[in-house]
Nanobody, 120 residues
């Protein structure tokens, strides 16, 4: 069974870069036909897909956050990392990582989510 676990600082100051890492166990992030995604949910709002990195290392970003988002991976540690630059209080919320079927778009597995607060 594939499990995902997000981790990173729960508090970030405005204008700083948020960095979160997702550790994957029970599976490989280089396995064909999966996208490893980041999704967030601001307080009182719906889920927002931020971006993903696929099994070959190609990255994809949501249009609204593309200029501030970077996703990378460390295959030796089975981890993928989100960096969001120039954060504002509007970037606060719960951040999730997830395993997504490349062709089906099915969200097979989710991390439990990590709360991020943006405040000075």
């Amino acid at each position: 069974q594939v499990q995902l676990q997000e981790w990173g600082p729960g508090l970030v100051k405005p204008s700083q870069t948020l960095s979160l890492t997702c550790t994957v166990s029970g599976g490989s992030i280089t396995t064909n036909y999966y996208y490893w995604s980041w999704i967030r949910q601001p307080p009182g709002k719906g889920l927002e897909w931020m971006g993903a990195i696929n099994y070959s290392g190609s990255t994809y970003y949501g249009p609204s956050l593309k200029s501030r988002t970077s996703i990378s991976r460390d295959t030796s540690k089975s981890q993928f990392t989100l960096q969001l630059s120039s954060v504002t209080p509007e970037d606060a919320g719960v951040y999730y990582c997830a395993r997504v079927g490349a062709s089906s778009g099915i969200y097979y597995d989710w991390g439990q989510g990590t709360q991020v607060t943006v405040s000075s």
